[in-house]
């Protein structure tokens, strides 16, 4: 299982989980991926289905299409941009599920598991050449969620790749959830710190707004909209259209995800003739 997506656009993701794109072209020494291999990314798991080495000839508007490419110049310029004396390489690709992790994260242990996972995270802090760190990072995530990774590692006092490493073991086991900017406790990392009596930072706050939270935007969009108070599709229903595209880091690519979710919702921009009501 490999962590793929970011090495493709949010927009090529998007389009790769709607069957809209089913190929990606690649310059390697040689192929990088294997057939049948897995991907986690922000839309979910994609498989690939085939890897092919290719001539630059044999390219059509098909393939440009099939890539998601405007054209066929234009899915040539973007292979000509790096390492343009590399081979080409044809990937298949196909949306194959949901990400389990997602499943996994809303999944209260009972205690059982729980003494699994605390056991766990015990072995990766005796483990650890720079002493016990899982509970610590837990309960910074829990207090300051949605925070840039480089912030929550300075607090820590760790360099922000080892951080990011020891925050995505745990997100392997559901604990944490990965958003637009930095990161949140999932309610299997809340199960496993209240049963360790950790007092955490997050229980004096209100509870959330219910509702639908906001798809992956990208780092921008996601912080004009929560600059702003939105953090939910109903709350962003409260608004036009034109309101959303005029906030700062609002791009096509962000409004077309919002339409697409707030649609699947059954909700629409405020004044919009589709809107439910």
Known sequence: MLNWDMQIRPAELAAI????????????????VRIGTRMRTAVGLVEITSVDRVPVSSLTAADARRA??????????????????????????????????????????????????????????????????????????????????????????RDTPAFKQNVRKLKERGLTESLDIGYRLSARGAAVLDHEGHPRPSLGRPEPEPGVPLPHLGAAATRALTAHGLIRLEQVARLTESEVRALH?????????????????????????????
């Open 68 to 157: 998601g490419a405007v054209s066929l110049a234009a899915l040539r310029r973007g292979l000509d941009r790096v390492h343009p004396d590399r081979p080409i390489y044809r990937i298949g690709l196909r949306y194959a599920d949901v990400d389990p992790r997602h499943a996994l994260r809303d999944a209260v242990p009972d205690a059982a598991e729980i003494d699994t996972i605390v056991a766990w995270l015990d072995r990766l802090d005796q483990a650890s050449p720079t002493g016990p760190w899982t509970r610590e990072t837990l309960l910074l995530i829990d207090e300051l969620p949605a925070t840039r990774a480089p912030d929550l590692a300075q607090r820590a006092g």
């Open 17 to 32: 989980r709607a069957g809209d794109v089913d190929v990606a072209f690649r310059r390697w020494e040689q192929p990088r």
């Open 249 to 277: 880091g609002v791009g096509p690519y962000a409004l077309d995800h919002l339409r697409a979710a707030m649609e699947a919702a059954g909700l629409a921009f405020r004044g919009d003739p589709t809107e439910s009501g």
